[in-house]
């Protein structure tokens, strides 16, 4: 019987010129595929990859990311796997869905978790289940666990971990040798991920995550009863994602009361990293803040009408200056009170105060991605 999956089923019995042919394994993903292949055979990541693309640093970017048939034809050559099925096993197809068309070349994609790639080494962006690498014959990384709304495994209920538990190292099986044999050793430190514990993963980031896979495989979202497309959907989920941090940053009274009418309370310090977009975050700030979005996604019609009406929230404090309102809120927003911000002038503010509180923790964040960056 084949092995069950939720995105591409892999595929087995392939004939190849290698001494032992490497099939692509249920939901695995390419960079995963390329780093147990090499194993296999016995050489380094870098050596495989140097090899079959002599001209070519693919670790030097994101390996899941790329999608030139002429790249992937070498691939094809040596492993005896069919191009399309190493095409599903790049986070390419599931990128074009989000975006609603080609996601550009060099810019990160969203939703897609960022690496941070410099050189060889990562910053991040990619997750796993220490239960699921258990439990596999032959440990291998998921393709959804580079999703930025996958913060938990569906099937043991547990958080997803994005550290070695040993020395707290980004994941970067590329950079595994020949003597490690097995792909779910720290590259850092050689300890063994599986024998990482988690924790329980919150019901409602779960319950986001379950939601937005339904989305993307079907290929269509909904919203108070509406069906929309899906980069629609992912639009108005990034209205909602950006409104809970704005509201956790003014902890403006309107805001809160309507958050609170749909019944969501703002925990002290939602731990969201300032500045950075969701594909950069750590997966318990994502769950943090995935998991209040839910709620808002989920609100019947009259229970969301109801809560901005009752609220007293104006269009200003409910959108941005800067924002656009998403298609599917124009009509029941159409009647928030509208009363546009009178503008203080802020120069004397530049000469002499202290920087907003908010700058401060964006330079912060920086300078610590920096630092952790330069420390390995
Ligand atoms: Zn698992
Ligand atoms: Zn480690």
């Known amino acids: 019987m084949a092995a069950p999956y939720s995105w591409n089923p892999g595929i087995e019995g392939v004939t190849s010129p290698w001494a032992i042919p490497v099939p692509l394994l249920p939901d695995e993903i390419i960079s995963s595929w390329l780093v147990r292949a090499a194993l296999t055979q016995g050489c380094d990541p870098l050596v495989l990859t140097g090899e079959v693309w002599p001209k070519w640093r693919i670790w030097a970017q994101d390996a899941d990311r790329f999608f030139v048939d002429e790249r992937l034809k070498s691939l094809c050559t040596v492993s005896g796997i069919p191009m399309e099925e190493f095409r599903a096993a790049t986070l390419y197809p599931i990128a074009s869905r989000i975006f609603g068309s080609n996601p550009p070349e060099k810019a990160s994609w969203p939703w897609i978790l960022t690496l941070g790639a410099r050189n060889i080494k990562r910053h991040g962006g990619m997750q796993y289940c220490s239960s699921c690498l258990t439990e596999d014959a032959k440990p291998y990384y998921r393709r959804q666990w580079r999703f930025a709304w996958h913060t938990g495994c569906e099937k043991h209920g ?121 594909d950069m975050l750590r997966t318990n700030e994502r769950q943090k803040l995935l998991g209040m979005v839910y709620p808002l996604v989920v609100a019947d019609k009259e229970q969301f009408e109801i809560a901005l009406k009752e609220s007293g929230i104006t269009l200003q404090t409910f959108c941005s200056k800067g924002e656009t309102l998403p298609k599917p809120l124009l009509e029941i927003t159409s009647t928030l009170p509208d009363k546009p911000r009178v503008h203080i002038r802020k120069a004397a503010r530049k000469l002499v105060g202290p920087r907003p509180r908010q700058e401060v923790m964006r330079m912060m964040a920086r300078l610590q991605r920096k630092l952790e960056m330069a420390q390995r």
């Open 158 to 278: 547990v958080s997803l971990l994005d550290r070695c538990h040993a020395c707290g190292a980004p994941i970067e099986p590329h950079r595994l040798l020949a003597e490690d044999q097995n792909i779910a050793v720290c590259a850092t430190c050689k300890s063994d991920l599986r024998n990482a514990s988690s924790h329980t993963c919150p019901a409602d980031a779960l319950a986001f995550q379950g939601m937005v896979d339904h989305v993307v495989l079907h290929g269509q979202g909904s919203f108070q009863g509406q069906n929309i497309d899906v980069s629609e959907w992912f639009v108005l989920v990034n209205f909602f994602e950006s409104l809970i941090r704005r509201a956790n940053r003014s902890r403006a009274e309107t805001m809160n009361d309507f958050l609170h009418r749909l019944g969501l309370q703002l925990p002290d310090g939602l731990p969201v990293l300032s500045g950075a977009g969701v």
